[in-house]
């Protein structure tokens, strides 16, 4: 944390960022138990958004029968077809196995396990990276999927694997963990990816990494990459049409669209939301090699549209996440989309609530979050009950593009609260109204910012407590301190530096050298 956030804190009695159980470059950090969440079941405050009711778990299943060991040159798919519940398939390191492969169901609720031979060179809890790909098997595949589960297939853990398409090949879903199935007792289950490396093919890329429609799903310590098109949206995972619970956790998450997406499409089962998702300690970021005008521009104009999004989901914590890198393109440059989307206009259910990110780092990007209270394009149901508490958010806007907002409300959201987060080294405003309905229950406590000279703005009022009045009607707006802000633009109850010179991108650490001269002063 800046030093100069630690003083303003004290000073002015604010909490702020304190990120929990943060490991972004992915060492071991301390987390809860791998089958029992510390937060499941109820909620992060008391009147704040529901937190996932169930947790998948990730812990090393027993395996009590055979073990089926596959050569290079011999038949994965003959080994899936006869491994029974409570198998265990080991592939060679280093070798190619070329698919598709399917996973099919089968009788029982044991684990078939699928592993490299060299797994105990990849420790447990310890992200991959391209550099243990060595030690891994080689699964891929020139059309369709490289892994395909068929409808009820469930109980499949990989461990230690690459998952990629056959050189020079473009895929849709590189794994494919159910789509289009219409009747929950089909769709697949209890599937999980660990320490594994599953890219795109680096020159012509790959729409999806894995696309997660099932329940007791998780992907965890792997490495996600080269998940990109031109054209389309692309996304290292994303789901749409499975209930969860979902869990993805300590992996590096790379895709040119939208880095993890949950909705997007319309689901086939009828009234379904994916819920009950965790997305904890993971690195998601868009490579500077994709970004035209930059000196690392590699020449491929990829679709590059956000780093998280929500479209259609319930209960979802987003925790010690580090975010990097995004800019306008096919969209207009924010970094984290709350929005709910029937996106082809057959899922009027369609929503986003109790979503809860905490504790993560938002950085190097053309703006922060935009919510939305409602599709503006098709029927929905209301965004509400949002938490965005205990974050840091840096560099945003300037070199990165864009308007350098930090939230952005649209359409009459309920229940969003944004409290303890810290921004620095912004350009933009703090918080956009939107210009239809106003939104109800909102709180901004105890963050500290730059002003900027924009504040709290809407369209058609004036910064500060015009905009406060038509577009967040009985907000709570106190215990933050405003850098450079003006206090005749805010409510009673809130702090500001006696900044002569209020400036876009002002420095938090360079305050903390002149903090003598800083003076905070309450309206």
Request: aromatic residues 8%; charged residues 20%; proline residues 7%.
């Amino acid at each position: 944390m800046p030093a100069t956030t630690v003083l303003l804190a004290l000073l002015a009695g604010v909490a702020s960022f304190v990120p929990p159980n943060f490991a972004p470059n992915g060492a071991t950090a301390v987390k809860p138990d791998a089958g029992q969440s510390a937060t499941q079941g109820g909620r992060s405050d008391a009147s704040g958004p529901e937190l996932p009711r169930a947790r998948v778990d990730t812990r090393e299943p027993a395996t009590s029968g055979r073990t089926i060991h596959v050569p290079a040159g011999e038949s994965l798919q003959a080994a899936l077809d006869a491994a029974q519940p409570g198998d265990r398939i080991t592939l060679e390191a280093g070798a190619t196995y070329e698919g598709p492969f399917r996973l099919p169901s089968k009788s029982g609720d044991g684990w078939i396990v699928i592993a490299s031979n060299q797994i105990a060179e990849l420790p447990a809890d310890r992200r991959v990276g391209p550099s243990d790909a060595g030690h891994m098997p080689r699964l891929i595949a020139a059309s369709k999927s490289a892994i395909i589960a068929d409808s009820g297939a469930h109980h499949y853990r990989f461990a230690g694997v690459e998952v990629t398409p056959a050189n020079g090949e473009f895929l849709h879903n590189l794994i494919e963990l159910g789509s289009d199935d219409a009747h929950l007792t089909d769709i697949p289950h209890h599937v999980v990816f660990d320490r594994s490396y599953i890219h795109g093919d680096p020159k012509k890329g790959t729409r999806r990494g894995i696309a997660m429609n099932g329940r007791d799903m998780a992907v965890v310590n792997s490495h996600l990459s080269d998940f990109k098109e031109v054209g389309a949206d692309s996304q290292a995972i994303s789901g749409w049409n499975g209930p969860g619970p979902f869990r993805i956790e300590n992996n590096y998450l790379e895709a040119a669209g939208e880095n993890v997406m949950f909705g997007g499409a319309d689901p086939a089962v009828n009234g379904l939301v994916p819920s009950d998702i965790e997305i904890i300690r993971n690195h998601l970021r868009k490579p500077l090699a994709w970004k035209l005008g930059d000196p690392a521009y590699a020449g491929t104009p990829w679709t590059v549209k956000n780093l998280f999004e929500l479209k259609n989901a319930r209960r979802v914590l987003v925790e010690g996440n580090l975010l990097e890198h995004n800019w306008p393109h096919a969209q207009n440059g924010f970094a984290i989309l709350f929005t709910p989307r029937n996106q082809d206009g057959g899922a009027p259910w369609s929503v986003v609530e109790d979503v809860t990110f905490r504790g993560n780092v938002v950085r190097r990007v053309a703006a922060g979050f935009n919510v939305l209270g409602r599709d503006d394009i098709q029927e929905s149901r209301q965004t509400r009950r949002i938490a965005i508490h205990g974050n840091l958010l840096t560099e945003v806007g300037g070199k990165w593009g864009g308007n350098g907002r930090l939230f952005q409300l649209l359409n009459g959201t309920a229940g969003v609260s944004i409290v303890n987060n810290t921004a620095e080294h912004t350009t933009g405003g703090i918080a956009f109204g939107g210009d239809h309905d106003p939104h109800a229950g909102f709180a901004f406590q105890n963050n500290i910012m730059p002003d900027n000279g924009a504040g709290f703005i809407g369209s058609g009022t004036a910064t500060g407590k015009p905009s406060l009045d038509r577009y967040f009607p009985g907000a709570v707006v106190n215990g933050n301190v405003f850098i450079g802000g003006t206090p005749d633009h805010y409510p009673p109850g809130n702090y500001f530096t006696r900044d002569a010179t209020p400036r876009a991108g002002a420095d938090i650490r360079a305050l903390s050298k002149t903090i003598s001269e800083v003076v905070l002063w309450q309206n």
